[in-house]
């Protein structure tokens, strides 16, 4: 007993003494849930912040504030001298990049966030149309936390699969990957709605093209495997095979839900990279316009063998537009990396090899069911 | 053979215990950042360089083995006594002890670095060192089999954290580990020479063989327990190599626990921070064996209590802390240590081997010659 009173009585005091590190108590901070950088107007960066302050008596309230300085740390040194509450980072859950910032590049973004131990790399991260500025100060009629919503947003939608993920440490893994560059959604301000609008094709972290949000479930078919995604589309008259020639004299549109998705690529071709990219989608009909008789097995085949060739079209218009901006977003070069032996890429040789490279597109597109009415 | 250690039985450990020891010495600061240190010279086939590391830890333990076997109960300090004399072994003793001192040593500032960096900025190095001192010393003074208790938990309660991997397997791409071997054999040798901080700790073996009850059985534990240790950081640096990219692994510092900073769960956001701080009960059978191996030694050369054997040794190791304060001091501690534990762990226990028989056949020999005449 008196070896134990020896020992506890220093531990004790220790343990005690731990409770006098800085406390981050939630109604004497600020929480930041969304940043956003612009390029700023006297200084290199303008950042535009969303912080909830927690308040025991009265509701949560949520300011947005815009400062200007070089850094990223030296806007929170702004921001803090704004505000009556310390603040903190630690539930920060999306970045903005302006559009004119990510034309410059997000290198340092991406290295600021990463080095910061306080920010997840769980983090999503999104373009905007023209500056985040005016997009979060904007009073919203039926927002009440722009922050929130906006990561809700995001995250419903990256979840569902309509959306490509753009999180931190996927931003991360494609910057620094020899053979894939970043690609994240865009999103803008449409009247008393924040919507998804667009997919930025990146190039060594600079933002060089989009595509429109529509064909981000093509970005995500080469991309990755996925599991479900609803997806519409319309397969023109003069495209559509005889047997369902007949059934209409106008275009047919389509909805079905993915179940799932294979991409399988290989690479055929080492001098001159050609791929073949094997996209296999499991599907269920869910709509068609006009109808048509699915419990007929030869116009289901009529109609898978219509939407395999819509989306390889479609899948092809989507690499020929990344090839021109030389943004590999699907990660061919990963592939050419993996297999060929001491192939010595680096970011600006495969960025050659990308613009004439060539991908032979075989979708294999099958109907598993369709709803519970013919 | 001179010097056997007559123990009393109220002192050995079960043998199967071994596994526990060993397995829990040599995981430790390590596992949270050795991906980087590898991956700059073997790239993607790291793994590779793991796994040979891993095949070398056992070689080396089954040299180690050879040499206690001959001399049945003594353990590394008595063997050194023999082999080189009175003078000779003593100052190679006080080295070992040494090589103790500076793992204990930098095994305890890398984990107030972790801490420091990843949750508490603000709190003093000396303070977390006083605090985790206590513990250790708390430990330490319950003698061997309290050691070896501490080592039992400390593995089989941080077993949970093992299938922690299969979350960033979610964005893993086996893409990343091909072409296999195309590293070329001089650098993935490289990255397994950069294993040793790591994969080092399974040297206890020397020191606490003559408390094991049952010597017969000690190659099966001892090289289960070194097989467990390759498989986890194997499966962690295949993990780490198919979740980051080839920069991005290079750039990460502790890239196990960025792995695990993906993880968030309903009733907890930021899982890495729970991981750093669990880290405490892997690090603390480390922090144990080697004060105790350090004890072991001393008590060869001078007549010392443990009690006052212990508060020198952390007053010296809180020494230590005041005067190591920046990443860059750690990483060159790092570094130097590595490279003398290289020569120390993997090369030294071949050579006393090879002296150990050489010495017996001789003075077998001798007697024999006694014996005739």
Not at chain 1, 42 to 54: D, G, M
Not at chain 2, 120 to 133: E, G, H, V, Y
Not at chain 2, 226 to 238: E, F, G, P, R
Request: charged share 20%; hydrophobic share 50%; glycine share 4%.
């Amino acid at each position: 007993m008196n070896k134990l009173k020896y020992f506890y009585s220093p531990l004790l005091a220790l343990v005690l003494l731990y409770g006098c590190v800085e406390t981050n108590i939630l109604d004497k901070v600020g929480l930041t849930t969304l940043v956003g950088y612009d390029v700023g107007t006297e200084k290199k960066i303008a950042a535009t912040v969303v912080i909830r302050e927690v308040n025991p008596e009265f509701q949560s309230n949520v300011e947005v504030l815009t400062t200007e300085n070089d850094t990223s740390k030296g806007n929170r040194i702004e921001a803090n001298h704004q505000l009556s509450k310390k603040v903190v980072v630690g539930q920060m859950r999306v970045v903005l990049f302006g559009e004119e910032l990510a034309k410059e590049g997000l290198r340092y973004f991406i290295d600021t966030n990463l080095e910061n131990a306080s920010v997840s790399n769980g983090i999503y991260m999104a373009v905007v149309e023209d500056r985040v500025a005016p997009l979060l100060e904007y009073e919203y009629e039926n927002i009440e936390d722009i922050g929130q919503h906006i990561f809700r947003l995001i995250e419903q939608n990256i979840e569902q699969e309509y959306m490509i993920s753009s999180t931190l440490h996927e931003v991360a893994r494609d910057y620094y990957s020899v053979g894939k560059d970043v690609a994240m959604p865009i999103i803008k301000r449409d009247k008393e709605l924040v919507k998804l609008s667009g997919v930025a094709l990146f190039k060594d972290g600079k933002m060089v093209s989009r595509l429109p949000a529509t064909d981000s479930f093509y970005v995500k078919i080469v991309r990755d495997t996925f599991k479900a995604g609803l997806y519409e589309t319309i397969l023109h008259h003069e495209d559509l095979p005889s047997a369902l020639q007949k059934i209409t004299t106008d275009d047919m549109t389509v909805a079905f839900d993915a179940i799932h998705s294979k991409r399988k690529v290989t690479l055929v071709n080492a001098a001159n990279p050609e791929f073949d990219l094997n996209v296999k989608i499991k599907a269920r009909i869910l709509e068609t316009y006009p109808d048509i008789n699915q419990g007929d097995p030869k116009s289901v085949a009529a109609l898978e063998k219509a939407i395999q060739n819509k989306l390889a079209k479609e899948l092809e218009k989507v690499i020929a537009q990344s090839q021109k901006v030389e943004s590999d977003i699907f990660g061919f070069g990963e592939i050419y990396r993996g297999s060929v032996r001491h192939a010595q890429l680096t970011k600006e040789k495969w960025h050659e090899m990308y613009k004439d490279m060539k991908v032979n597109i075989h979708v294999d597109f099958v109907v598993l069911r369709n709803g519970v009415f013919e | 053979m001179k010097n056997p250690l007559q123990l009393n039985p109220k002192d050995m450990v079960n043998t199967y215990l071994l596994f526990f020891v060993m397995h829990s010495a040599q995981i430790g600061v390590g596992v949270q950042g050795f991906q980087r240190i590898v991956f700059q010279d073997a790239k993607h086939d790291a793994w590779i360089s793991v796994l040979l590391a891993g095949i070398a830890t056992h070689i080396v333990t089954f040299f180690m083995i050879k040499t206690l076997e001959i001399y049945g109960a003594n353990d590394l300090y008595g063997i050194q006594q023999d082999i080189f004399g009175k003078l000779i072994g003593n100052v190679l003793n006080i080295l070992y002890i040494f090589y103790c001192f500076m793992s204990f040593f930098s095994i305890l500032r890398n984990y107030i670095e972790v801490i420091q960096a990843w949750i508490f900025p603000s709190i003093s190095a000396w303070f977390l060192a006083i605090t985790l001192l206590i513990i250790i010393i708390y430990a330490f003074t319950g003698g061997l089999r309290v050691i070896v208790g501490v080592s039992f938990f400390s593995v089989v309660l941080s077993l949970w954290i093992i299938p922690m991997l299969a979350f960033p397997l979610k964005f893993s791409s086996i893409n990343s580990l091909l072409p296999v071997l195309e590293t070329d054999f001089r650098s993935i040798l490289k990255g397994a020479k950069s294993m040793t901080f790591t994969i080092i700790g399974f040297e206890i073996l020397m020191v606490i063989y003559p408390f094991l009850n049952d010597k017969k059985h000690v190659q099966k534990y001892a090289h289960l327990s070194l097989l467990a240790t390759t498989a986890i950081y194997v499966a962690v640096m295949a993990v780490s190599i198919t979740y980051y990219s080839n920069e991005e692994i290079v750039k990460t510092v502790w890239a196990t626990l960025t792995l695990f900073s993906f993880i968030s769960f309903p009733f907890i956001e930021r899982f890495e921070f729970m991981a750093v701080c669990f880290w405490m009960l892997i690090i603390l059978p480390n922090l144990c064996l080697y004060l105790w191996a350090a004890y072991r030694g001393a008590i060869r050369l001078v007549n010392i209590g443990h009690t006052k054997f212990v508060w020198l040794f952390a007053f010296f190791i809180f020494l230590g802390t005041l005067f190591v304060q920046t990443r860059i001091q750690i990483n060159a501690i790092n570094n130097q240590f590595a490279n003398i534990a290289f020569y120390a762990i993997f090369v030294y226990p071949i050579v006393l081997w090879i002296i150990a028989a050489l010495k017996k056949k001789i003075t077998t020999k001798k007697e024999q010659k006694n014996e005739q005449a």
